[in-house]
């Protein structure tokens, strides 16, 4: 090879490879540090991308987790009114059967009826209860619904009912009216009231295996984002030290390059 003094090929070479070298270690040092595979946007632009779209879904995965606890909250509230006005009319059915007793006086009878109106009155005071402000029944002769979204893209949603639980015992009115004969008009209040508890039970149901849903979609979703953007740890660091060894190796070989320079000068002296 030809002795020249313009031109250091060797060192060139040397330079170029430490400057390679150094960009790798700085590239693994910078994944390691931040955890990250994706230090940079030019690491991997199109994981970039569909990393940051799992993120949100993460996190929409995780609100919309809450709104449904909630909606289960509402529906256990509901729940502990309805079991309250349940014990009512148990006590009121009581009431309507011993007030059609033929050996009870009348001031017998007003007895029954005093406690009877007192619990009505109780029986009513229940379909204002609320729950956060939402009213848990509905203030209409007719059920009303609310909507619950089941999915963090908004596509799968179910309806809870506001139940109409006024209408299910409004001809329970006076111990007088359902007496005797008439006691039928308890018991069918029972029977509607029934109906409205097995309604919120199935719908806590659903409610509960959704949220079990969004639990087992969000270690799905967490799992796909850090197969994306999570460094592996283990492999990196094997990068580090390949990195780091060829640095030392390439400031080393370049700082020989140099001294072969001066071979130069000695053929001038």
Do not use: C
């Amino acid at each position: 090879m030809a002795v020249v003094i313009n031109t250091n090929q060797s060192a060139s070479f040397a330079s170029l490879n430490l400057s390679k070298s150094s960009d790798l270690l700085q590239k693994s040092l910078s994944r390691l540090s931040s955890g990250s595979r994706i230090a940079t946007p030019a690491d991997d632009a199109g994981g970039l991308a569909v990393s940051m779209k799992l993120q949100a879904a993460i996190k929409r995965t995780d609100d919309t987790a809450i709104n449904v606890s909630n909606a289960l909250s509402f529906l256990q509230t509901q729940a502990g009114s309805l079991k309250s006005a349940s014990a009512v009319l148990d006590r009121l059915s009581e009431l309507a059967t011993l007030g059609g007793d033929v050996t009870k006086s009348s001031t017998d009878i007003n007895n029954y009826s005093t406690e009877f109106t007192a619990l009505f009155g109780e029986l009513k005071k229940l379909t204002s209860d609320s729950f956060n402000g939402i009213k848990l029944f509905s203030n209409s002769a007719s059920a009303s619904s609310l909507t619950v979204y089941l999915s963090q893209d908004g596509q799968q949603t179910m309806s809870i009912a506001q139940a109409a639980l006024s209408s299910a015992f409004k001809a329970v009115s006076n111990l007088g009216a359902v007496t005797g004969s008439n006691i039928s008009v308890v018991t069918d209040a029972i029977q509607s009231l029934a109906t409205l508890m097995a309604t919120n039970g199935a719908q806590s149901s659903r409610l509960q295996f959704a949220l079990d849903s969004l639990s087992v979609n969000k270690v799905n979703l967490e799992a796909a984002n850090s197969r994306i953007y999570d460094v592996d740890v283990a492999a990196e660091t094997t990068k580090l030290a390949r990195a780091n060894i060829l640095v030392q190796s390439g400031a080393s070989m370049l700082t020989q390059a140099n001294a072969a320079s001066q071979i130069a000068l000695k053929l001038l002296q």
